[in-house]
Structure formats: C-alpha cells, structure tokens
C-alpha cells in the first residue's frame, strides 16, 4: 500500500476511534441511567433507535470523562500515541512556565477573532457545553482529561503520523493540517477558529519537544480560566468581550494589547528553549 495512502487511512481510523468511543459510551451511559430510574429495557431501546436519552447534567460528565480516560488508554496501549518520560528527564521547567503563559496570553485575542466572524454556536452545543460547565465535577472533564485525551489524539497520534510522512522540511504543512483537523472535530465555527488558531501552537510545541506534555499543560490552562470565568461570572456566559468590560472598547483594545505582551515574548522563549 502506498505510504501516503496508509498516513491518511491511519489518521482517518484515530478520528473515527475518537468520535466512537465517545458515541458508545454516551450511550452506554444513557442506557444504564434509563434503566437505574426504572425504565424497562423496551424503553431504552426505544430512546437508543430515537438518539433521545435526555442525560442528567452528572450524567453527561460521566460520560464525557469515561470517553477521554478510555480513549487515552486506549491510544496508549495501541502504541498510536508513544508514551515515554524522556523529555521529562531534561527537567523543562522553562518549556512548561511559558507555556502555560502562553495560555494566558493567547485566550482574549483568540476570542477576539472569533467574535470577528459574527458566529455563535449551535443552540445544541451550546446547551450541551454549559451542562457540563456548570457542575463541579465538570471541571474532571474539561480541565483535566479532556486536554490529556485531546493531545494524545490530536498530537500524539495524528500530528505525530503527519510529521512522520511530511518530513522536517514540510512540517508546517503537517501541523497546519493537524490544526485543522482538530479544529474541525469540534464541530462549529467558533470553535473550528479558536482550536485550530491554538492547534498551530499545540502543534508546533509537539515539534519541537516531541512530547504532548507542553501541550497537554498549555490546553489545562486554557480550559480551566474558561471553566472559572463561566462559574465565576455565568451572567457573561452568552456575552462578548466588550460586555465583560461594560462596554468599553478602549478596556477591550488594552486588554488584547497586554494579552499580546504575554503571548509574543512567551512564543519567544519557547522558541529559544525548546529543542529540535
């Protein structure tokens, strides 16, 4: 078989894994939560035929974190995503700090573009991405198994497969492509834009340091201040920058600008730290 052919067949098997694993135990989850309230199993099977379990809000974040943690299991024990301490011997302890500020500094202008577009998210997922937001233990799923389960995928596996065929003089082709990909998975415009603008940063960390722990670091942080801002301020769940800042342009232009201050010098230091 051809080997670029094999490549995009591999990669198109890691996506296909992904979206499965998170439909089966979805509705595994459904099933067994129909049938713990009483439900016959006539009546499971109905809502499995119609799609329509109605998850509780713990529910659904059950069944998100089991998605993620099999998932990463499962990548790991296939060998589809390498699992080594090797980087972690050289002790990066630079590599992670700016990293994670990276994080910091890359969420507003991010949103920024976003809102550009004068795109909003399905009514769907938005109601879908606020139910697992607003539980406590949602916080299991969105800030710590998801990013894990995400770059072992989406780095670790697909970018890794990319690298592999697009070789050292064509890897921005391979991370551009990843970038898109994992942008795609997402689903809808505004987080197709905000997750392929940070899979280029993911992607590109993953190529220098050939591992996913800059990566899974840098993801944590960023959907943990989405977690704390949605739980902190739930009134400005469906608001914009310049509602967060009552309205103020000249608040919104000083706060990308000092964002940017964070952003630019940490890609630099990146760049000086990381090795290839």
Same mark, same amino acid.
């Given at each position: 078989?051809?080997?670029?052919?094999?490549?995009?067949?591999?990669?198109? +098997?890691?996506?296909?894994?992904f979206?499965?694993?998170?439909?089966?135990?979805?509705?595994?989850?459904?099933?067994?939560?129909?049938?713990?309230?009483?439900s016959?199993?006539?009546?499971?099977?109905?809502?499995?035929?119609?799609?329509?379990?109605?998850?509780?809000?713990?529910?659904?974040?059950?069944?998100?974190? +089991?998605?993620? #943690?099999?998932?990463?299991?499962?990548?790991?024990k296939?060998?589809?995503?390498?699992?080594?301490?090797?980087?972690?011997?050289?002790k990066?302890?630079?590599?992670?700090?700016?990293?994670? %500020?990276?994080? %910091?500094?890359?969420?507003?202008? *991010?949103e920024?573009l976003?809102?550009?577009?004068?795109?909003?998210?399905?009514?769907?997922q938005?109601?879908?991405?606020?139910?697992?937001?607003?539980?406590?233990?949602?916080?299991?799923?969105?800030?710590?198994?998801?990013?894990?389960?995400?770059?072992?995928?989406?780095?670790?596996?697909?970018?890794?497969?990319?690298?592999?065929?697009?070789?050292?003089k064509?890897?921005?082709?391979?991370?551009?492509? *990843?970038?898109?990909?994992?942008?795609?998975?997402?689903?809808?415009?505004?987080?197709?834009?905000?997750?392929? %603008?940070?899979?280029? +940063?993911?992607?590109?960390?993953?190529?220098?340091?050939?591992?996913?722990?800059?990566?899974?670091?840098?993801?944590?942080?960023?959907?943990?201040?989405?977690?704390?801002?949605?739980?902190?301020?739930?009134?400005?769940?469906?608001?914009?920058?310049?509602?967060?800042?009552?309205?103020?342009?000249?608040? #919104?232009?000083?706060?990308?600008i000092? *964002?940017?201050?964070?952003?630019?010098? *940490?890609?630099?230091?990146?760049?000086?730290?990381?090795?290839?």
């Open positions: 078989m051809n080997k670029n052919l094999k490549a995009a067949l591999d990669i198109l +098997l890691f996506v296909v894994v979206f499965l694993i998170q439909y089966v135990i979805t509705v595994l989850t459904g099933i067994i939560g129909m049938l713990a309230e009483g016959s199993w006539k009546g499971a099977g109905e809502a499995f035929i119609h799609g329509n379990f109605n998850l509780t809000s713990n529910m659904l974040v059950i069944a998100t974190v +089991l998605s993620s #943690v099999f998932t990463a299991c499962l990548f790991a296939l060998r589809w995503t390498p699992v080594s301490r090797h980087w972690l011997r050289e990066p302890v630079g590599v992670l700090f700016w990293a994670a %500020l990276a994080a %910091l500094g890359s969420i507003l202008p *991010s920024w976003v809102e550009q577009m004068q795109h909003t998210m399905p009514e769907a938005e109601k879908l991405f606020e139910q697992i937001m607003a539980q406590p233990i949602g916080y299991i799923s969105i800030g710590i198994v998801a990013p894990l389960a995400e770059e072992m995928v989406f780095r670790g596996a697909i970018l890794r497969k990319l690298l592999g065929r697009f070789g050292e064509w890897h921005w082709v391979a991370i551009l492509i *990843s970038a898109v990909i994992f942008g795609a998975v997402h689903g809808n415009i505004p987080q197709f834009v905000h997750a392929a %603008l940070i899979g280029l +940063l993911l992607g590109w960390m993953y190529y220098r340091t050939g591992s996913i722990l800059p990566g899974v670091l840098l993801h944590w942080v960023n959907n943990t201040v989405a977690y704390v801002m949605f739980n902190a301020m739930p009134q400005m769940a469906d608001g914009k920058l310049i509602d967060i800042f009552h309205g103020s342009t000249k608040m #919104v232009a000083l706060s990308i000092f *964002s940017l201050f964070i952003l630019i010098p *940490s890609i630099l230091q990146l760049n000086a730290r990381m090795k290839k």
